[in-house]
């Protein structure tokens, strides 16, 4: 039994966060008192500049590459509603030596282990691409509640990093986050159809906050666009409610995103009550990094 509810026919009330943010007694690493304070209070933290151009140029190559070699009919590839245009590829880590090595870099795993209190394993990656011109949006969610009803992660003990490999601009679909929201549970209406990830990954309908909620939600925290650089990359919180618009500039907006989870979260039977979702969207299977 889960403290949280989603994934039912009426509606639930928000419910506080049960979790800490940053866990455990303060683990030496990169990341500054005051860095892991504003981690705290918004729920995500943006750090210029983690890798430089020629890292991002080179791991970008390897990504399009990677991509480009991927069977048409394989389960990693997911493509945008109505098009054969790859939105994006899951389980990069493993498929990418530059990623697999950013994975355990210090610059990134340092920081995520002073938040997680931990060792951590990858969840999830995947490299999202945006393409220009008809690049389709997600719409808001909380990864977290995806990943306790659809995966079974107990707590909220996540750290995603998304770096920059491209621009991400005002105008071509970058991330937009709700400061704070991190700290609310918003329960989803709608039980979830078996395989629903196979629609999800494309458009996603269940698992997404009523639009009273997601009123309330802005109008207590705001919306915080994150416009940055290549080689960028934002650290944020299981639980931050976010989403990004559609892209019909001409500039794609290519994002690599690795989920760090503790190895004190392992997952368990999904709390939605469905099959669970494949390893190359959840790793069952958690090698602690580094
Ligand atoms: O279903 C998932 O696990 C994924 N979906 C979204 C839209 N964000 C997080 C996660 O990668
Ligand atoms: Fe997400």
Not at 71 to 81: F, Q
Not at 86 to 94: G, M
Not at 175 to 180: A, D, I, K, N, Y
Request: proline share 7%; with cysteine.
């Amino acid at each position: 039994m889960s403290a949280y509810v989603s994934r039912v026919s009426s509606e639930p009330s928000p419910v506080r966060r049960l979790e800490p943010v940053v866990w455990g007694d303060r683990v030496p690493g990169p990341m500054t008192t005051e860095e892991l304070a504003s981690y705290e209070s918004d729920g995500f933290l943006l750090l210029e500049e983690a890798l430089d151009d020629r890292e991002v140029r080179s791991l970008d190559d390897e990504l399009e590459a990677v991509a480009a070699a991927m069977g048409s009919r394989d389960e990693r590839v997911i493509r945008e509603p109505g098009s054969d245009t790859v939105r994006s590829v899951f389980q990069i880590h493993e498929l990418s030596g530059r990623v697999a090595e950013l994975a355990s870099d210090p610059r990134l795993l340092g920081r995520v282990r002073q938040i997680l209190g931990s060792e951590a394993y990858i969840h999830q990656s995947r490299v999202n691409f945006k393409p220009g011109l008809r690049g389709k949006e997600f719409y808001w969610h909380s990864d977290f509640e995806t990943w306790h009803f659809e995966d079974g992660m107990p707590e909220m003990r996540a750290v995603s990093v998304s770096i920059n490999l491209t621009e991400n601009r005002a105008d071509n679909g970058s991330l937009m986050v709700m400061p704070g929201s991190h700290r609310t549970f918003v329960g989803c209406v709608g039980e979830t159809p078996q395989e629903h990830y196979r629609e999800s990954l494309r458009s996603q309908h269940y698992g997404v906050p009523s639009d009273r909620a997601l009123e309330q939600l802005a109008s207590a925290h705001g919306i915080t666009q994150v416009v940055a650089p290549p080689g960028s990359a934002l650290l944020f919180d299981s639980n931050c409610m976010h989403g990004s618009n559609g892209n019909i500039t001409p500039y794609p907006r290519r994002n690599l995103f690795l989920v760090f989870n503790s190895v004190e979260n392992t997952l368990v039977a999904p709390f939605g009550g469905t099959e669970p979702r494949p390893g190359h969207i959840a790793s069952r299977d958690p090698v602690p990094l580094g």
